[in-house]
């Protein structure tokens, strides 16, 4: 059975209760095969010094303490992984929202049906993150998650896969290894080159820059395929609403 941790940070209590109620209701509509939890915070600096790590987070964008463009960015150095819902009474907002990894973006109140589908989008989009790289090392395979994966390239016979936590060097051409990533988000900088879009925070014509935990990774871009780059990065960060 799938479980499923979700966060909602709002200072103002009617609209944390209302949410918390909406979600509660159309969950078992969405699936009758998961659980879920339901944490209510009405600070977000509480929310991004819990140790508690969140499958989706609907964050208000107006706030006192830490507005949701500030969370936000707290929240994906501390998991890239999750999935924002912004919440706000104002669309002005959404520009700005987008550049922060934004899943949707939405006014309150939120509406019931966008809801159900925003979060079947989300489990679909959870699913897909799950998935792993099985890789042969030495005489031992192992199994990469995907999401875990910031980048990989090929260089003198050997393609290097970048993950969060390590490096890992094998003997194999880089086709192998692209045809286990998932074109959703993994798209080529140059014929080298695949980058993770979910740890992307800027890119130029000449390199792409992937953060996690305050370390950068500079991976450099073709001229042939930035353009073919820039599209994938637009349409990826700009999904439906």
């Known amino acids: 059975m799938k479980k499923f941790n979700i966060a909602i940070c709002d200072d103002e209590m009617s609209d944390l209760m209302y949410e918390k109620e909406l979600i509660d209701d159309v969950m078992p509509d969405i699936s009758n095969e998961a659980e879920w939890t339901i944490d209510m915070f009405s600070s977000s600096q509480e929310m991004i010094n819990s140790e508690k790590t ?53 006014t309150k109140p939120i ?15 959870l699913d897909m993150k799950c998935r792993s790289l099985s890789l042969n090392v030495g005489k031992q395979k192992i199994d990469i998650p995907l999401n875990n994966i ?35 988000y993994f798209a080529a900088t140059h014929a080298s080159y695949y980058v993770n879009l979910n740890y992307v925070s800027d890119y130029s ?21 930035y353009s073919d780059f820039n599209k994938r990065f637009i349409e990826w960060s700009c999904r439906l609403k």
């Open 54 to 106: 969140y499958n989706m987070v609907f964050l208000d964008v107006e706030m006192v303490e830490l507005n949701g463009i500030e969370t936000a960015e707290a929240l994906y150095r501390k998991s890239p992984v999750t999935l924002i819902f912004f919440v706000t009474h104002h669309e002005g907002y959404m520009d700005e929202a987008m550049n922060k990894h934004a899943f949707r973006f939405w």
């Open 111 to 125: 509406d019931r049906t966008r809801l159900i589908y925003g979060i079947q989008s989300a489990i679909k989009e």
């Open 150 to 184: 910031i980048y990989v390239y090929h260089e003198s016979r050997h393609t290097y896969i970048v993950t969060t936590d390590r490096t890992i060097k094998i003997i194999a051409p880089l086709s192998s290894i692209v045809k286990q990533l998932s074109e959703d």
């Open 205 to 225: 014509k000449s390199e792409v820059i992937c953060e996690y935990k305050k370390q950068y990774y500079h991976v450099c871009v073709s001229t042939r395929k």
